[in-house]
């Protein structure tokens, strides 16, 4: 007599095992390259909200700030005049070799009030912008 046995072999099991493993691995390489990316776009941001800032202060008081009026977490104001509510700090954790020790906006007033220079780190190449060390200044962002 014959029994007749339903179910899944071993090496069925293990095959289903395998594709499922790489499937996830797959799924978390995408999503940390989304992150990177997110980050990255987040500097972009910030360092073009801040440039704005500067630009009103500027208007109002014919120089940008000091360089020690803009320190990260305090905002960007002048009397009862408040430009930007909070200075951003660079998302964690800094991306790509570069950024390992330039994770950070390093703002800079130069030329007696009359310029300045935003200083930032990308990760990756994110929409136009090379990765690497970057400036900003009154005149845009220029890549490295």
Known sequence: MRKNKSGFTLIELLVVIAIIGL???LSILALNTARARSRDAKRISDVKQMQTALEMYFNDNNAYPPTTAIVAGNPIATGTVTYMGVVPTAPTPADGTACATANSYVYTNTGAGSTYTIKYCLGSKTGGA?????TATPAGITNP
Request: proline share 0%.
């Open 130 to 134: 090379a990765a690497g060390v970057h």
């Open 23 to 25: 499937l996830s691995t």
